[in-house]
Protein backbone atom coordinates (compact mmCIF):
# COMPACT_ATOMS: atom_id res chain seq x y z
CA UNK A 1 0.00 0.00 0.00
CA UNK A 2 1.28 3.28 -1.03
CA UNK A 3 2.19 5.91 1.89
CA UNK A 4 3.33 8.61 -0.87
CA UNK A 5 1.75 10.00 -3.75
CA UNK A 6 3.40 11.65 -6.89
CA UNK A 7 1.73 14.10 -8.99
CA UNK A 8 2.23 16.57 -12.42
CA UNK A 9 3.10 13.88 -15.09
CA UNK A 10 2.06 14.23 -18.14
CA UNK A 11 2.93 14.87 -21.49
CA UNK A 12 5.33 17.38 -22.92
CA UNK A 13 7.22 18.05 -25.61
CA UNK A 14 11.11 18.28 -26.07
CA UNK A 15 13.05 20.57 -24.37
CA UNK A 16 9.89 21.26 -21.78
CA UNK A 17 9.56 21.15 -18.31
CA UNK A 18 7.56 19.69 -15.64
CA UNK A 19 7.40 19.69 -12.46
CA UNK A 20 6.41 16.34 -9.89
CA UNK A 21 5.49 16.72 -6.55
CA UNK A 22 6.07 13.85 -3.93
CA UNK A 23 3.54 14.23 -0.48
CA UNK A 24 2.69 11.60 2.45
CA UNK A 25 -1.06 10.16 1.96
CA UNK A 26 -0.75 8.52 5.27
CA UNK A 27 1.21 8.92 8.40
CA UNK A 28 5.13 7.70 8.08
CA UNK A 29 6.19 6.48 11.11
CA UNK A 30 8.22 9.51 11.57
CA UNK A 31 7.88 13.07 10.31
CA UNK A 32 7.58 13.34 6.52
CA UNK A 33 10.70 16.14 6.84
CA UNK A 34 12.75 13.75 8.66
CA UNK A 35 12.69 11.42 5.76
CA UNK A 36 15.29 11.89 2.24
CA UNK A 37 12.80 11.58 -0.47
CA UNK A 38 14.20 10.04 -3.58
CA UNK A 39 12.98 9.71 -7.04
CA UNK A 40 13.12 6.68 -9.44
CA UNK A 41 12.01 6.20 -12.87
CA UNK A 42 11.59 3.09 -14.96
CA UNK A 43 10.98 3.23 -18.54
CA UNK A 44 9.09 0.48 -20.86
CA UNK A 45 11.55 -2.92 -20.59
CA UNK A 46 13.55 -1.57 -18.19
CA UNK A 47 14.58 -1.70 -14.86
CA UNK A 48 13.95 1.21 -12.18
CA UNK A 49 16.76 3.55 -11.79
CA UNK A 50 17.60 6.29 -9.15
CA UNK A 51 17.23 9.67 -10.47
CA UNK A 52 17.86 11.96 -7.76
CA UNK A 53 17.15 12.37 -3.88
CA UNK A 54 17.15 14.91 -0.82
CA UNK A 55 17.90 14.93 2.41
CA UNK A 56 15.98 16.66 4.10
CA UNK A 57 17.58 16.98 7.27
CA UNK A 58 20.70 19.07 5.72
CA UNK A 59 18.67 19.92 1.87
CA UNK A 60 21.78 17.97 0.82
CA UNK A 61 20.88 16.91 -2.90
CA UNK A 62 21.99 14.00 -5.01
CA UNK A 63 21.60 13.41 -8.99
CA UNK A 64 22.35 10.89 -11.39
CA UNK A 65 24.85 11.68 -14.08
CA UNK A 66 21.62 11.25 -16.75
CA UNK A 67 19.99 14.22 -15.13
CA UNK A 68 22.60 16.75 -13.87
CA UNK A 69 22.36 19.74 -14.85
CA UNK A 70 18.71 19.73 -16.02
CA UNK A 71 17.08 18.08 -13.22
CA UNK A 72 16.34 19.95 -9.40
CA UNK A 73 14.90 18.28 -6.38
CA UNK A 74 13.57 21.06 -4.10
CA UNK A 75 11.54 20.47 -0.84
CA UNK A 76 8.83 22.71 0.87
CA UNK A 77 8.79 21.76 4.69
CA UNK A 78 5.85 23.95 4.98
CA UNK A 79 3.59 22.08 2.60
CA UNK A 80 5.03 18.94 3.41
CA UNK A 81 5.74 18.00 -0.42
CA UNK A 82 9.12 17.51 -2.34
CA UNK A 83 9.33 18.71 -6.14
CA UNK A 84 11.49 17.19 -8.77
CA UNK A 85 11.85 20.42 -11.18
CA UNK A 86 13.00 18.53 -14.78
CA UNK A 87 13.69 20.88 -17.44
CA UNK A 88 14.78 20.64 -21.09
CA UNK A 89 13.31 17.66 -21.09
CA UNK A 90 14.28 14.55 -23.58
CA UNK A 91 12.78 11.55 -25.08
CA UNK A 92 14.86 9.38 -22.80
CA UNK A 93 12.98 10.81 -19.62
CA UNK A 94 9.94 9.08 -20.81
CA UNK A 95 9.26 6.88 -18.14
CA UNK A 96 6.76 6.24 -14.41
CA UNK A 97 8.45 8.53 -12.16
CA UNK A 98 8.24 7.23 -8.44
CA UNK A 99 9.34 8.77 -5.33
CA UNK A 100 10.06 6.77 -2.05
CA UNK A 101 10.99 7.81 1.59
CA UNK A 102 14.05 6.91 3.52
CA UNK A 103 15.25 7.55 7.19
CA UNK A 104 18.89 8.16 6.35
CA UNK A 105 21.06 8.02 3.21
CA UNK A 106 24.51 9.06 1.74
CA UNK A 107 26.43 9.69 -1.14
CA UNK A 108 26.74 6.11 -1.96
CA UNK A 109 23.22 4.61 -0.46
CA UNK A 110 21.02 7.09 -1.64
CA UNK A 111 20.37 5.26 -5.04
CA UNK A 112 19.56 1.70 -4.00
CA UNK A 113 15.91 1.15 -3.67
CA UNK A 114 15.98 -1.64 -1.12
CA UNK A 115 16.88 1.17 1.75
CA UNK A 116 13.46 3.29 0.87
CA UNK A 117 10.63 1.88 3.42
CA UNK A 118 7.74 4.17 1.82
CA UNK A 119 6.98 4.00 -2.44
CA UNK A 120 4.70 6.12 -4.38
CA UNK A 121 2.71 4.33 -7.14
CA UNK A 122 4.32 6.58 -9.86
CA UNK A 123 3.50 9.08 -12.17
CA UNK A 124 3.79 8.88 -15.58
CA UNK A 125 5.75 11.40 -17.71
CA UNK A 126 5.91 11.33 -21.45
CA UNK A 127 8.42 13.67 -23.87
CA UNK A 128 7.63 13.33 -27.38
CA UNK A 129 9.93 14.81 -30.29
Known amino acids: EAQLVESGGGLVQAGGSLRLSCAASESLEFSFDDYAIGWFRQAPGKEREAVGC????????YYADSVKGRFTVSSDSAKNTVYLEMTSLKPEDTAVYFCAADISVSETSWRYQRGYDYWGRGTQVTVSQ
Open 54 to 61: IRQSDGRT
